[in-house]
Nanobody, 120 residues
């Protein structure tokens, strides 16, 4: 099995910064795309940012210029640097990864989520 564990959420004032981390562990042969998604109360889960194993990135329009996704392949870890945070960024943030396992199949995995709250 594969586990994704997030950390770094919390409470911050508008204009502040937070850095989320997500580390994958378990029966990993290789990790393909990794990403962050978020879900605010009463809303569907949506894309924040993704990054391929080669480093190509994609961002939701709402976070472009403020958030930066990066990864450390040696540590099986993806990061989300969030700057200039706004109250509308308040949500549970979920890590996601496409993993090729040591059992020979590829599957999609989610972390448990970490709360980010931005006060005005």
């Amino acid at each position: 099995q594969v586990q994704l564990v997030e950390s770094g959420g919390g409470l911050v004032q508008a204009g502040g910064s937070l850095r989320l981390s997500c580390t994958a562990s378990g029966s990993i042969f290789s990790i393909n795309a990794m990403g962050w998604y978020r879900q605010a109360p009463g809303k569907q889960r949506g894309l924040v940012a993704t990054i391929t194993s080669g480093g190509s990135t994609n961002y939701a329009d709402s976070v472009k210029g403020r958030f930066t996704i990066s990864r450390d392949n040696a540590k099986n870890t993806v990061y989300l640097q969030m700057n200039s945070l706004k109250p509308e960024d308040t949500a549970v943030y979920y890590c996601n990864a496409w993993v090729s396992t040591t059992y020979g199949y590829k599957d999609n995995y989610w972390g448990q989520g970490t709360q980010v709250t931005v006060s005005s």
